[in-house]
């Protein structure tokens, strides 16, 4: 009897062992910021995302390939207290080299901060003016647009336009560069 309670202790601490040791691993890693590469097992196996403004500990962190955006907050630390949590969509799938912005409460984007060929109009916030400014919109177009996000939500990426009545692959190849969500 003593003896099997010895071994049930022994495989509930070597148990407790491992799923520390995989929590410690864990989806993502912090890059230091070094002038060295860091190590990877494979280019794909990771996607490197700056997290940036109001969460616990921006910065660079490498993540799964099928990573999403609340993946790369979690990395960060999670949200800062003044963060506006509704500015994110957390099912967004994350892509390699993005940057990850979390807004504080209250912040107005700035335009004159987009540097020329950043994506200029957010699908998830613009009105039927702004939408009209770009290339093949109009006043139809932006509408539908528009009713496709009351109807549907936000959009989680930009080739979700395809979904709209109207926008084709060669429509959104002009409008690629010039939105995001």
Do not use: C
Not at 132 to 139: D, N, R
């Amino acid at each position: 009897m003593g003896a099997a309670i010895v071994l049930v202790l022994a495989v509930f601490a070597v148990t407790v062992g491992i799923g520390i040791v995989r929590g410690s691993s864990g989806a993502a890693e912090t890059v230091p910021l070094a002038s060295a590469a860091p190590s990877a097992p494979s280019a794909s196996a990771v996607v490197y995302v700056h997290v940036a403004g109001a969460v616990a500990a921006p910065g660079l962190y490498a993540l799964e390939p099928a990573a999403r955006a609340v993946d790369a907050i979690a990395a960060a630390g999670g949200f800062a207290p003044d963060a506006d949590r509704g500015a994110v969509n957390l099912a967004r799938a994350v892509q390699d080299g993005e940057q990850l912005l979390v807004p504080v409460v209250g912040a107005v984007p700035d335009p004159a901060a987009a540097s020329p060929g950043d994506p200029v109009v957010d699908l998830n916030t613009a009105d039927a003016a702004a939408l009209e400014e770009l290339p093949g919109i109009g006043p139809a177009l932006a509408d539908r647009i528009l009713t496709w996000r009351e109807e549907n939500g936000r959009f989680a990426s930009v080739e979700d336009l395809l979904a709209v009545p109207g926008i084709g692959e060669k429509l959104l190849a002009g409008l690629r560069e010039q939105v995001r969500v």
